[in-house]
């Protein structure tokens, strides 16, 4: 699948436009919670509502089984994020939460088949969400001054406090390397 | 370039302290719910079984590809794990059967403790019928009066990032644990905290 034509686009000029709100210079690292807080979105520990021996319960029956959720109450969005996670991984989905609700993707698709609850989700929204959060955390400016000082991909991921496979992605599919090398 | 996937996640009221509830998980990897109103029960280790001899030969990265699903979803799926709604009906309709034949009535029902305790009494020598079932009835008033009301949740729903397919027993949890923390934020907003 791939994302509409112009969204990619579309995701770095609001990325750019969100830390101007934010007074972030473009190379600046961009903290999620500290976007929540200005678009007045709560962000929430998952220990803080349940008892962390549950979620580590769950965590091990199955590693990764759950990273976060944004739950609507009240017409209110709140992120809860699952603190067993590094902060690298946390600032992902919390950046990939956020860009649900600016995305203004909107929870349509609850399906109840013969009693039994579903997941569902849609792959096209999915995929627009993980282009705007990464876009969010490492927009191409960023990438691009970390390239010119050759900083590595783990460089990258420590001083901006993202996992190594985002840092990775983000470098490899905004193509920088390539603009530096031309 | 994860693993994780977004779902959006429906939670229904299917708690354990409903008598007639029967857990999702058993022993055999079968997920699935089921209530007093006839709700049903999905077979996912039937759907593992169907699919890895549907492939047969066909490598699982190839058979991924023709159902347009990742290689660890199809790999988890075999093994009996709860697919999301999308790749459940991609596999249904690769399979070419219908994602109804999964879900299957429910023949057990699980005996409730107060038709234990009576069963027992009516079973003893040394109680006449008349005294077993004064007995029975004091105790049912008493088990009416103190045993808690299921909690009926309403259905709640929430974007969630989770691994792209469920274990068996992870599901059930997951589906609790999500209820309690949207109780708690509910609470927690009514108070103003949020």
């Given at each position: 699948m791939t994302l509409r034509r112009g969204f990619k686009a579309e995701a770095e000029r609001e990325a750019?436009?969100?830390?101007?709100?934010?007074?972030?210079?473009?190379?600046?690292?961009?903290?999620?919670?500290?976007?929540?807080?200005?678009?007045?979105?709560?962000v929430v520990d998952a220990s803080d509502l349940v008892d962390i021996a549950d979620l580590e319960?769950?965590?091990?029956?199955?590693?990764?089984?759950?990273?976060a959720a944004t739950f609507e109450i009240e017409d209110r969005s709140i992120i809860v994020v699952n603190p067993l996670r590094m902060i690298g991984r946390q600032n992902s989905d919390i950046a990939h939460e956020l860009a649900h609700v600016m995305l203004k993707h909107v929870l349509s698709e609850i399906r109840e088949i013969d009693g039994m609850p579903f997941r569902t989700c849609k792959p096209e929204e999915e995929e627009e969400a993980t282009?705007?959060?990464?876009?969010l955390l490492l927009p191409r400016p960023l990438l691009l001054s970390a390239a010119r000082r050759q900083a590595t991909v783990d460089e990258i991921s420590q001083q901006y406090e993202v996992t190594t496979e985002m840092a990775r992605f983000r470098y490899n599919s905004t193509g920088v390397a390539k603009q530096l090398g031309r | 370039m994860s693993c994780h996937s977004c779902f959006i996640w429906a939670l229904f009221s299917?708690?354990?302290?409903?008598?007639?509830?029967?857990?999702?998980?058993?022993?055999?990897g079968v997920t699935g719910s089921s209530d007093a109103s006839g709700?049903?029960?999905?077979?996912?280790?039937?759907?593992?079984?169907?699919?890895?001899?549907?492939?047969?030969?066909?490598?699982?990265?190839q058979a991924a590809a023709e159902v347009g699903v990742s290689f660890s979803t199809l790999t988890r799926v075999e093994a009996g794990a709860q697919p999301d709604l999308t790749s459940f009906t991609l596999i249904c309709g690769w399979l070419g059967v219908s994602p109804a034949q999964f879900f299957m009535?429910?023949?057990?029902?699980?005996?409730?403790?107060?038709?234990?305790?009576?069963?027992?009494?009516?079973a003893d020598p040394r109680l006449e019928a008349d005294a077993a079932s004064k007995i029975a009835s004091v105790l049912k008033n008493m088990y009416d009066v103190l045993a808690k009301a299921p909690t009926q949740r309403p259905v709640v729903a929430c974007h969630l990032r989770a691994a792209s397919a469920l274990r068996?027993?992870?599901?059930?949890?997951?589906?609790?644990?999500?209820?309690?923390?949207?109780?708690?934020?509910?609470?927690?907003?009514a108070a103003g905290e949020l």
């Open positions: 750019a436009r969100v830390r101007k709100e934010l007074d972030l210079a473009p190379h600046d690292r961009l903290d999620p919670r500290q976007l929540a807080k200005h678009l007045s979105i709560a319960e769950l965590e091990r029956l199955q590693a990764f089984a759950f990273s282009a705007f959060g990464g876009a | 299917k708690h354990a302290t409903d008598p007639l509830f029967v857990s999702d998980v058993t022993e055999d709700a049903e029960q999905i077979d996912l280790a039937q759907l593992g079984t169907i699919l890895r001899e549907r492939r047969g030969t066909l490598s699982l990265r009535p429910i023949a057990e029902r699980r005996v409730t403790p107060m038709d234990e305790v009576i069963a027992h009494l009516s068996p027993g992870v599901p059930h949890r997951l589906n609790s644990m999500l209820g309690a923390m949207h109780d708690k934020l509910a609470e927690r907003v």
